[in-house]
């Protein structure tokens, strides 16, 4: 029974992570219609501009306080992420206004493949380690009540602190703010948006930069824990079964479908993967994204979706 | 001009009523359509027209009611059976396919009657050929018949509006249908249009002898070329019968210009 | 001037529904046939048929198979580098395990194995569609990533987890030399070019293109959306199937699952962006693209004296890629088959301006 929870309490928290990268991705649907199939690359860019920058702030201007390289660091990755955003209103958005979703989709592909190379090109394609002082070593609880009691990661626990705070962040912003208000309507429709008045190209690179900020979070908690690789955009792409799952529209979706499919592919390795062979982990989230799709393709929590001829 | 011979009911459609979550687009509708008649719906906008024509088409399905058709009672239509059945539409906002020419659009309202399988035609074999050329006739006489041969092969989205609508009439139009249903075949026209268009309709009408199912805003057009009319207000039925008896209806009346309520 | 179709009358509909109507097209096809059978196996290096000649082929095949789904049925899928393991595993264990199983029905068995996968990933096609469909193709991908990697019949228990083919041969001919394998690469490609843009401008064409434009309308004109998705998913596997037997057997030799990664489906569908969608020309446009541009990427700065390490290389390859990818969404979502067909139009009447 320890074990089961352990395990359960593991893929908690690697859902949680998956959430996070998730929650951008929702906020740039949420916002401005677009399937964002950049969103790994943006975590994974983001997560290399702030390695690089913790490192290179302290050689180019001869410090070495840890908490000053990565605070300084921090904001480096702030200003590029806004950049890229910019780039991509200006460059990509601007120009496919109101078209349909898979000419959008694939713009973001496109997007995904040029982000990859910059990144690497501009930062390097090593692996680097993120420290921000996160807390590395386990810790154990309820031992009275299990023996030896649960064994659980103080990371993964603060992981999820974080995400939560932001959760609760932007649905404060979302619903409660005159911004978050436009950006909502931009999301409904484009051309109407623009018709009363909502500058669109600033909304779009607000939300963009938002959804590069979440990415950095997203990029700082899962390099702090992998280190930065490439392979960090790849499992990203499991962002897109966790929003599927949770629904595209929705803020708490994200985070619920985060969790129950980081738990799911826990629990499937570990009981199902002796009879298979292993390596369900690979294709469990989209599996049931895929069932999902089948019978609820909204999701949970997402608007039920009516076309009108 | 010989009168027409308007025959029995073909089309019947009783206590129809359709939800959309909260809102009701349409309450307990029933009306029929004679054969080789020209019906008519009108209201003011959001009456619910298009959403019967498209109850009647299988687009939607109604919460409550039934459809009959040619004796045979449906509680939802499925769009295939339908358009088997021999009733083609046009739409309110042009669903033609934009990536495709006029002569291909138009052919496509004959995928129905095509027989020849996938191998068939991958291999392009006499009998494929055969019968592509015979539907092409076909297709090419309703080109002429809507005067819009000079504009075949364009692709479709790059035609003025009032061609597109034509185009949009060929490809029910090749369908060969019984029943035709007609949503605003006329809006954004201009008068000169409007004549052509209406030229059209009653040529269908009287030559094949396909009965209309008409959705207009133009008063003119509607009292002009109605054998009957129905009138929708607010998802409702208010007035049904002869285009003089309607227009004199005070429902109606009230409905268009509006009573202090 | 010269590219003018005076004189040229249409008598009847069948002359006009013609492959290619305009005389000077039918010389031109022609001389290229001319060219690619007799003219470059004369000429070509081994270098040459190897790295550029049939890549080019097979990927335009695969390229081929792959915009018949997403150009002309509008059915986005991100899983073509499955259908091609599928198809080229499928062959594979055809011909190793069925003796004197001849290896034109391999590839072809391959490829009909290919349509039952992907008639069945096909089927979520019928209740989503646009970005969800994309999600649920990359289950097919990375679920076939899996299977093709731990499950060992797959390949028939190597114990490296990769499969390799011995010398082919057709009815006793050997397919050894690179000039063989391009021949025989080539004439597949023509076939099935030639079977393809039959379907697409018969009435099948016409429902998949209906399907993508606007399905509610498709359906109420009589189209059964469900035979017309399916039937896209199912011919566009078959030959996406055939492609990925070519892949394995022809180009690759031997091979592990990670030659029909994702990598392969993106780079499949960059192929049919850029080369235009819904365009049999464009499928060779793309892939003449995709598998030059690397190469430019090696040799220019080569040639400019700027050496680059490959690293560097491949991260331009993916900016370039990724930039022009948008470049092409917003210009000319139609590709590069799209600005050839302007510049024809441009070149009927010349030298007038319009």
Known sequence: MGFFLETVFGGLMAGMLYALVALGFVLIFKASGVFNFAQGAMVLFAALAMARFAEWFPQWLGFSSLLLANLMAFCAAVLCMVGVAWLVERLALRRLVNQEGITLLMATLGITYFLDGAGQLIFGSATYKIDVGMPKDPMIVLENVFEGGLLLSKEDLYAALVAAMLVALLSVFFQKTRTGRALRAVADDHQAAQSIGIPLSRIWVIVWSVGGIVALVAGIIWGSKLGVQFSISLVALKAFPVVILGGLTSVPGAIVGGLVIGVGEKLSEIYLGPFLGGGIENWFAYVLALAFLLVRPQGLFGDKIIDRV | MTTKKIGDVILDVRNISLRFGGVKALTDISFDVREHEIRSIIGPNGAGKSSMLNCINGVYTPSEGSITFRGKTFDHMNSRQVAEMGVARTFQNLALFKGMS???????????????????????????????????????????????????????????????????????????????????????????????????????????????????????????????????????????????????????????????? | MFYRENGQFKSNYRADMGLFPVAQDRWAILGLLALAFVLVPLMGSDYFFRAIAIPFLILSLAAIGLNILVGYCGQISLGTGAFMAVGAYAAYNLQARIDGMPLLLALLGGGLVSTVFG??????????????????????????????????????????????????????????????????????????????????????????????????????????????????????SFIVGVAGGLWGFVHLGSWEPAAFGIERSFQLLFMIIIGGLGSIAGAFFGAAFIVLLPLLLNYVPHWLGLPISTATATHVEHMIFGALIVFFLIVEPHGLARLWSTARQKLRLWPFPH
Not at chain 2, 110 to 124: C, V
């Open chain 2, 102 to 261: 006029v002569l291909d659009n138009i052919m496509s309202g004959r995928n129905l009657k095509i027989k020849s399988n996938l191998l068939m035609q991958a291999l392009r074999v006499g009998p494929a050929v055969a019968e592509e050329i015979r539907h092409r006739e076909v297709v090419e006489r309703i080109i002429d018949f809507l005067e819009i041969q000079a504009w075949r092969k364009a692709p479709v989205g790059q035609l003025p509006y009032g061609l597109q609508k034509r185009v949009d009439l060929g490809r029910a139009l090749a369908m060969e249908p019984q029943v035709l249903l007609l949503d605003e075949p006329m809006a954004g026209m201009n008068v000169e249009e409007k004549q052509d268009m209406c030229r059209f309709i009653l040529d269908v009408n009287d030559e094949f002898g396909t009965t209309i199912v008409l959705i207009e805003h133009d008063m003119g057009v509607v009292m002009d070329i109605s054998d009957r009319v129905v009138v929708l207000d607010y998802g409702k039925k208010i007035g049904d019968g002869t285009p003089e008896a309607v227009r004199t209806n005070e429902d109606v009346i009230r409905a268009y210009l509006g009573a202090s309520h």
């Open chain 3, 119 to 236: 008639v069945l990933f096909g089927i979520p096609s019928l209740r989503i569609r646009g970005l969800y469909l994309a999600v649920a193709t990359l289950a097919a991908q990375f679920f076939t990533d899996w299977f093709t990697n731990r499950v060992k019949w797959v390949t028939n228990d190597s114990s490296s987890g990769s499969v390799s083919v011995g010398g082919l041969d057709i009815l006793g001919y050997a397919i050894q030399t690179p000039v063989q394998k391009y021949l025989l690469c080539l004439a597949f490609v023509v076939v099935f070019a030639l079977l393809a843009k039959n379907l697409v401008r018969g009435a099948i064409g016409r429902e998949w293109m209906a399907m993508r434009d606007m399905d509610v309308a498709a359906a109420v004109i009589g189209i059964r959306p469900v035979y017309a998705k399916l039937s896209a998913f199912a011919v566009s």
